[in-house]
């Protein structure tokens, strides 16, 4: 069975720009979750869809915001970029997202911004 | 302060050495627990997952979880240069959909 998938893997963007980052999760995994990964901060949580709904979302600002297809396809948007937005995201997927379930993690994709 | 701690190292380790790596939290929400193995410039892999207290263990490695002291270990039996990593502890509590809690993750170096 395919992993998790995320595009593009790398990403330059100037401030003040806007990016969308796409995951296909697992076939037959209908939870997405996205994370943010830098050096000082560590993981942190942005935000969970499932069933095309986002239901659990971290302390991040309004500028990052996500969306879900029917096909569980999910993506991330984070408008009006600033440098501190340069990180590696990497989105997980599981079944359903329940208690017991654990997550997958993709490649993630890594973005710099100038 | 964080509600999971862990060292972030670096730790370093001849080969064929046992690594011990733990990770302490606050939120006695948490119920269930993962150790994750990521290497540089990749995503993060799962090695173990349990929900209860006491031992689980696959393979060369041995994940231990203590509720009554809000302490998980995860060991390492004879470690190869192919383990150098960072590793992840991650919590989950029952009522939080698709959210981890990470650890700050731990470098490993195993040298040959």
């Known amino acids: 069975k395919a992993g998790v ?3 593009p893997r790398y990403l330059i963007k100037t401030r003040g720009q806007q990016v969308t980052l796409s995951c296909s999760p697992i076939s037959g995994h209908r939870s997405v979750s996205w994370y943010q990964q830098t050096p000082g901060q560590g993981l942190q949580f ?10 659990n979302k971290g302390n991040f600002p309004g500028r990052f915001s996500g969306r879900q297809f029917s096909n569980s396809r999910s993506e991330m948007n984070v408008s009006t970029l600033e440098l501190g937005d340069s990180a590696l995201y990497l989105c997980a997927s599981s079944l359903e997202g329940g208690r017991q379930e654990t997550q997958y993690f993709g490649p993630g994709t890594r973005l710099l911004v100038l | 302060q964080k509600e999971v701690e862990q060292d972030p190292g670096p730790l370093s380790v001849p080969e064929g050495a ?4 733990n990770c302490t939290y606050s939120n006695s929400a948490f119920q269930y627990f993962m150790w994750y193995r990521q290497y540089s410039r990749k995503g993060p892999e799962l ?8 031992n ?3 393979g060369r490695f ?19 240069p192919s383990d150098s990593a960072t590793y992840l502890c ?4 029952a009522d939080s959909w698709g959210k981890l809690q990470f650890g700050a993750g731990t470098q490993v170096v195993v040298t040959p």
């Not at chain 2, 090695?47 to 006491?54: E, N, V």
């Not at chain 2, 041995?62 to 190869?80: C, E, G, N, P």
């Open chain 2, 47 to 54: 090695l173990m997952y349990t929900y209860s207290s006491g």
């Open chain 2, 18 to 21: 046992i690594v011990s790596l």
């Open chain 1, 46 to 55: 942005l935000f969970e869809y499932f069933s095309e709904t986002q239901r």
């Open chain 2, 56 to 58: 689980k263990e696959d």
């Open chain 2, 62 to 80: 041995t994940a231990q979880v203590d509720k009554s002291s809000k302490y998980i270990s995860l060991f390492i039996r004879d470690s190869q």
């Open chain 2, 90 to 93: 991650a919590m989950k509590d």
């Open chain 1, 5 to 7: 998938t995320q595009t």
